[in-house]
């Protein structure tokens, strides 16, 4: 079963970049969609973005609304690694950020996540 673990999370000011980090091990994310979340103080978690890393499924993606044109994912299967690229960030932003796996659904144990904090 696939293990990830996230990183790059970190305190940023609005209008600024990060970029994320979703490491897999155990197995490889080619039998997976794997998706990016996102949990804000008093929030419910809600999904940001997700990418297919099944292959021939051509990296397809999906966007919430909020993120669309600001936010990319990608994926690395030679390093297992997934990765979620922010520009323009927004206050609104902030959250602790967790990657999780699909095969059929998500998953329903999550990993720490990793804080992001934009500040104005």
């Known amino acids: 079963e696939v293990q990830l673990v996230e990183s790059g999370g970190g305190l940023v000011q609005a209008g600024g970049s990060l970029r994320l980090f979703c490491a897999a091990s155990g197995d490889t994310i080619n039998d997976y969609a794997i998706g990016w979340f996102r949990q804000a103080p008093g929030k419910e978690r809600e999904e940001v973005t997700e990418v297919s890393c099944v292959s021939g499924i051509d990296g397809s993606t999906h966007y919430a609304d909020a993120v669309k044109g600001r936010f990319t994912i990608s994926s690395d299967n030679a390093k297992n690694t997934v990765y979620l690229q922010m520009n323009s960030l927004k206050e609104e932003d902030t959250a602790v950020y967790y990657c999780?796996?699909?095969?059929?659904?998500?998953?329903?144990?999550w990993g720490q996540g990793t804080q992001v904090t934009v500040s104005s």
């Open positions: 999780n796996a699909a095969d059929s659904m998500w998953r329903d144990d």
